[in-house]
DNA sequence: ATTTAAAAGTGTAAAAGAAACACTTATAGA
DNA sequence: TCTATAAGTGTTTCTTTTACACTTTTAAAT
């Protein structure tokens, strides 16, 4: 006997992306306004449905890229929203994905959507559907990692400066920071490299600059290594 | 314009679950041998379709209750698994959800199953697609929850020993605990009834009943309490 | 009645980790 | 050469976590 898959009901299922970014200041989050019904002209994440011969993850990658452009990008699965008339044009389930972009890096990549923008978290605007619950999911669980995985670092650039960082880290846990506790936290974590260069930009003494040791970070894993922040 | 919905794909959305519980012992989980193909007489979670009336918590709670008659059962969503070829019968999405069970309360209750069986983690056998990882990844938040929040009084009786609830701290976390830290890391959390009644089954000179006081928890939370081991 | 055995119950000291705190240094630009 | 500005840097206090062992209670055996 096989089960009868037949009587079952089938489903759309969508990929909706919280797309977060971080300009030096504040957490950002990436939306664009609704050029179709039903609820034309608000702002919504970015999404898509997922196609019969593709993962979810690929489905998500493909959406983000899609839309705009950006490829290479952190991604994790946040949660699968389901509430029956979430979607009032059809009944649709999604799950929802975060994304961490560098905005600076890819400023120049949104070339397929003409109306997307980043919003401050504290001031984006109210989304459509169950769309502020999915970023508030989102937010939720970028605290938590940013304190257990080393994925601070794919909102920063390539190089960054111990302020940077700190303000990230700050404006992601929504707390103030003492700078010397930060710094020696982070020195003994020991997954940093600093560089011999320095960034001017900011200061008359300049201060230096720094890359993430993806590498040995790795190796300290494999040795029992637990990031925390 | 409307989106146009239809030239969507549409699938199969599953609801899988890990069900655990504790007999004073081990954690365990509750699994059934396959009365079908694909995979007859392999052991597998309890699990079941999404029907489009419903949203996938009531699907999850439909499903438990339909195999187990269990009823009133702490469940939590986990992740959705999409492996394409995840199902080798036909495309199946399926999201995981988790279930705490206290094993003594329902010992009778497992009435529409007669191939059910409780295993230990650690000697439970081979299971069917991907729901080896979806355990996997049930058991790493449960001891990530377990930490977080009072959820391992679900896995116990009303009335419980101080040393039972060490005993599954130990075995969710899978580590040894000091009894004089622990005793004293939970009285100052202050979350716990002591009872008058002592247990008298497990040494000669009794061991006092403590149950979860759910009221105080929740006011303590409404003032900043946060609760952690 | 007394002894025995078995788990329950309890506190303190040492170590580690987190938090608070302020002055010196380097350098561009005036 | 002076000035203004952010960068860089250690120590002390407090809090939390860990390590550790003896006394109490009582049922059952003698």
Same mark, same amino acid.
């Given at each position: 006997?096989?089960?009868?898959?037949?009587?079952?009901?089938?489903? @759309?299922?969508? #990929?909706?992306?919280?797309?977060?970014?971080?300009?030096?200041?504040?957490?950002?989050?990436?939306?664009?306004?609704?050029?179709?019904?039903?609820?034309?002209?608000?702002?919504?994440?970015? *999404?898509?449905?997922? =196609? +019969?011969?593709?993962?979810?993850?690929?489905? !998500?990658?493909?959406?983000?890229?899609?839309?705009? *452009?950006?490829?290479?990008?952190?991604?994790?699965?946040?949660?699968?929203?389901?509430?029956?008339?979430?979607?009032? !044009?059809?009944?649709?389930? &999604?799950?929802?994905?975060?994304?961490?972009?560098?905005?600076?890096?890819?400023?120049?990549?949104?070339?397929?959507?003409?109306?997307?923008?980043?919003?401050? @978290?504290?001031?984006?605007?109210?989304?459509?559907?169950?769309?502020?619950?999915? #970023?508030?999911?989102?937010?939720?669980?970028?605290?938590?990692?940013? +304190?257990? =995985?080393?994925?601070?670092?794919?909102?920063?650039?390539?190089?960054?400066?111990?302020?940077?960082?700190?303000?990230?880290?700050?404006?992601?846990?929504?707390?103030?920071?003492?700078?010397?506790?930060?710094? &020696? =936290?982070?020195?003994?974590?020991?997954?940093?490299?600093?560089? =011999?260069?320095?960034?001017?930009?900011?200061?008359?003494?300049?201060?230096?600059?720094?890359?993430?040791? !993806?590498?040995?970070?790795?190796? +300290?894993?494999?040795?029992?290594? #637990?990031?925390?922040?």
């Amino acid at each position: 006997m096989l089960n009868d898959y037949s009587k079952e009901d089938k489903v @759309l299922l969508a #990929v909706d992306c919280i797309i977060f970014g971080f300009d030096g200041e504040d957490l950002k989050i990436l939306l664009i306004k609704r050029d179709f019904e039903p609820e034309k002209g608000k702002w919504s994440l970015i *999404g898509g449905f997922l =196609k +019969k011969e593709e993962n979810l993850d690929k489905a !998500a990658i493909r959406i983000l890229n899609h839309l705009t *452009g950006l490829d290479n990008i952190y991604m994790e699965q946040l949660y699968t929203f389901s509430k029956v008339d979430r979607d009032p !044009a059809e009944r649709t389930i &999604s799950t929802a994905y975060y994304a961490l972009i560098d905005i600076e890096s890819h400023n120049n990549e949104f070339t397929n959507v003409e109306t997307s923008k980043w919003f401050s @978290l504290k001031n984006a605007p109210d989304l459509i559907f169950d769309h502020n619950r999915m #970023v508030e999911r989102a937010v939720s669980r970028l605290k938590y990692r940013t +304190k257990t =995985k080393p994925i601070g670092f794919e909102l920063l650039p390539e190089k960054f400066t111990m302020l940077q960082l700190q303000n990230l880290y700050e404006s992601i846990l929504n707390e103030k920071l003492d700078k010397r506790n930060f710094t &020696s =936290k982070i020195n003994a974590l020991d997954i940093l490299i600093k560089l =011999k260069e320095k960034d001017m930009g900011s200061s008359k003494k300049g201060s230096y600059l720094y890359t993430f040791d !993806a590498e040995k970070y790795n190796k +300290k894993l494999k040795e029992g290594f #637990v990031f925390k922040i």
